[in-house]
């Protein structure tokens, strides 16, 4: 038998379920005051212009609503439930639109146009590191990713939560729809919902198996594809993420230099060197030690040599020493001749 209590707890779960969830919730419905993103089309924007109004107009920021024409008009009579937010009308033109009646006045609020912004990082949670644009994950780390992004709002506007996709290409360029956690399970990256920003995947990638994962760079980005957004404003960093690059190794390539450079200095070590130092110094002194020597003897030898025959030849002799000798020679000659005779 059902009590009245329950019927009542039952009826107030059925209300506050209504209340989170309104009939008819979808990214495509537009109700006054919403934020609509740029690129964004297929819209029913009928909630948002109220019974009459079909045209929405914009004002500088500076401008005076009330007493001033829009610098900008659109007519919506025709696209009530299948609006474009183009970039060729919206693009330069964001914040606020107001609806405009048939005097050409402001009407109230339409919606906001805002310009999509999404990025996207990945994070190594087993190591508790935040990689920002990361080159590197060891081989066998868990990793989740980190998606930011303005159009996460959707989510509470419109009831239904926006979806990324999650693109992971493999060094042979293979795409992957999923990607196995250390556990061994399987976790879609197409259509991720996306309830707030920054938005966490959790641990959902791990490279330990070589089979699914081999060793290589791979290249990530994200995409937003919501109401077509990307199709028809296909820009990096608003509707297409940076792509970056993630090698998959198993030693940080930093590192592994820096162990190569530690190996090799065995064969390069000082005790090595120094015998070399030693000898060469120890020959430079002994061969400029001679050379000293030798150099004092050569120069005074030749002095001495040169000096010596000037002083001992007798290049002067006496007064008369010939004639002296001549009458000598003469007298002992006329003595032999008279011992003959």
């Known amino acids: 038998m059902i009590t009245r209590p329950v019927i009542i707890l039952f ?6 379920w209504s209340c989170a969830a309104p009939a008819g919730a979808s990214l495509t419905t537009i109700s006054q005051g919403n934020v609509v993103f740029i690129g964004e089309d297929g819209l029913d924007i009928t909630a948002a212009m109220g019974p009459a109004d079909t045209r929405i107009g914009w004002w500088a920021s500076a401008a005076d609503i009330s007493n001033s024409a829009p610098t900008k008009t659109i007519d919506v009579s025709t696209r009530m439930t299948s609006f474009m937010v183009a970039p060729s009308d919206f693009a330069g033109y964001t914040g606020g639109w107001y609806r405009i009646d048939s005097a050409g006045k402001a009407d109230g609020s339409a919606f906001t146009v805002a310009d999509p912004q999404l990025a996207m990082t990945v994070e190594d949670t087993t190591t508790s590191v935040n990689f920002d644009q990361l080159h590197w994950i060891p081989t066998g780390d868990d990793i989740r990713f980190r998606i930011d992004t303005n159009i996460a709002q959707m989510a509470t506007e419109r009831g239904t939560p926006p979806t990324v996709t999650i693109k992971v290409q493999s060094p042979d360029g293979a795409m992957y729809s999923g990607l196995y956690s250390s556990s061994g399970t399987l976790t879609p990256v197409t259509d991720v919902p996306v309830t707030t920003t920054p938005f966490y995947t959790g641990s ?48 940080n390539p930093l590192i592994r230099v820096y162990t190569s450079a530690a190996t090799a200095l065995p064969t390069t070590r000082v005790p090595t060197a120094v015998p070399t130092v030693t000898t060469a110094v120890q020959t430079t002194v002994i061969t400029q030690s001679p050379t000293i020597v030798t150099t004092i003897p050569a120069t005074s030898v030749p ?7 000037p002083t001992s030849v007798p290049t002067k002799k006496a007064p008369g020493f010939e004639v002296l000798l001549a009458g000598s020679a003469l007298l002992i000659g006329l003595a032999t001749l008279g011992k003959r005779q």
Do not use: R
């Open 204 to 251: 959902i990638w791990n490279m330990g198996n070589p089979d699914q994962y081999p060793p290589g760079t791979y290249t990530l980005w994200a995409e937003c594809n919501v109401n077509h957004m990307k199709d028809n404003y296909g820009v990096t960093g608003k509707t297409i993420s940076s792509q970056f690059s993630l090698l998959n190794q198993g030693v």
């Open 11 to 16: 009826l107030l779960a059925v209300i506050a």
């Open 303 to 309: 002095v001495t040599t040169t000096t010596v025959p």
